[in-house]
């Protein structure tokens, strides 16, 4: 199992830009997030879904959009860069429901807009 | 309103030395709390949950709902414990987690 993907790994915007992260989970997991990670603000979440064709707004969701066509894929989509939205990118993922259930991180995209 | 807060943003303690990372928490709910590491170019992983009442890597927590904290123990440091640690609160009936500030822990040697 390769868990968690994200590509890119690293990526330079343009203010105004607009581009997709990628996340990809290959455990069958039903819950999946986004998250940002600021220096001395600890991650927070952006969108979540709790399966396919299912998301909904986290903490900090304006400028972000998402879809979850299918159980694995949950891309994140930034619609027109800003400044702001320089940060370190996480997506996770796990099992669904109501139980205690470990989240699986991917290894980040580090976003800087310019 | 959720929160949790980690008052410390780093914390350096000598190899062998006890070791705490503190976390209070604010919810109205039943709590279930987590502590995550990060260690060097490794990703964000679990270390142990409350519900399960655990050791690893000879990290405790026990949570106080008196005090409403969860704080990390473990009575000799390691250098390998060197990274970053973040408390986390679930939230709900859902899986969605909310963190705290993170704190980078250095053992020197």
């Known amino acids: 199992n390769a868990g968690v993907t994200q590509t890119p790994k690293f990526q330079v915007l343009k203010t105004g830009q607009s581009m997709t992260l990628q996340c990809a989970q290959d455990?069958?997991?039903?819950?999946m997030s986004w998250y940002r990670q600021d220096p001395g603000m600890g991650l927070r979440l952006i969108h979540y879904?709790?399966?396919?064709?299912?998301?909904d707004q986290g903490e900090v969701p304006n400028g972000y959009n998402v879809s979850r066509s299918t159980t694995e894929d949950f891309p994140l989509r930034l619609l027109s860069a800003a400044p702001s939205q320089t940060s370190v990118y996480f997506c996770?993922?796990?099992?669904?429901?109501?139980?205690?259930?470990?989240?699986?991180f991917g290894p980040g995209t580090r976003l800087t807009v310019t | 309103a959720q929160r949790v807060t980690q008052p410390e943003k780093l914390l350096s303690v000598f190899k062998g030395a006890p070791v705490e990372l503190k976390c209070n928490y604010s919810?109205?709910?039943?709590?279930?709390l987590f502590w995550y590491v990060q260690y060097s170019r490794q990703r964000l992983q679990l270390l142990l949950r409350?519900?399960s009442r655990e050791s690893i890597k000879g990290f405790t927590a026990d949570l106080n709902k008196g005090e409403t904290s969860f704080h990390l123990k473990k009575p000799f440091a390691q250098e390998e414990d060197s990274a970053m640690y973040y408390c986390?609160?679930?939230?709900?009936?859902?899986?969605?987690?909310?963190f705290g500030q993170g704190t980078r822990l250095t053992i020197n040697p």
């Open positions: 996770a993922s796990s099992l669904g429901g109501t139980g205690s259930y470990e989240q699986y």
């Open positions: 919810y109205s709910g039943s709590p279930e």
């Open positions: 409350h519900i």
């Open positions: 879904s709790v399966g396919a064709g299912i998301t």
């Open positions: 455990m069958n997991h039903e819950y």
């Open positions: 986390a609160l679930r939230v709900g009936g859902a899986q969605k987690l909310v």
